[in-house]
């Protein structure tokens, strides 16, 4: 048997769900490719723009992306940080930064 007090708590907590629900399925979706993007913005920045020292990454070609990346991976390219970020992308991961930098306007 409930007790008044357990009554109220499921009631309150009911009433909160069932108010709050339509605000998390209105919810913005993030894509795989904006998480990823995330970590590039501390130094590329939000929208990919760079600054006088770091590239700008917005509108790169994908195919230049990839390369790039895969050269940080192997020691190819050099750099002073990027190839520790590259070896932890996948070539999917790489792929799907790729096409994301590369649609940005």
Same mark, same amino acid.
Request: aromatic share 8%.
């Given at each position: 048997?409930?007790? $008044?007090?357990?009554? /109220? %708590? ?13 605000? /998390?399925?209105? *919810?913005?979706?993030?894509? %795989? $490719? ?6 590039? *913005? *501390?130094?590329?920045? $939000? !929208? ?14 994908? !195919? !230049? ?27 999917? !991961? ?12």
């Amino acid at each position: 048997m409930l007790t $008044a007090n357990l009554m /109220f %708590r499921t009631l309150v907590v009911g009433s909160l769900y069932v108010t709050l629900l339509p605000e /998390f399925a209105q *919810a913005e979706v993030v894509s %795989r $490719a904006e998480m990823l993007a995330n970590s590039c *913005a *501390a130094c590329h920045g $939000a !929208d990919g723009r760079g600054s006088k020292t770091i590239p700008e990454l917005k509108g790169i070609e994908v !195919d !230049d992306f990839v390369k790039t990346m895969n050269g940080f991976q192997t020691s190819e390219e050099s750099s002073t940080i990027m190839d520790r970020h590259a070896k932890e992308y996948t070539d999917e !991961d790489i792929r799907l930064l790729a096409e994301y930098f590369a649609g940005l306007d």
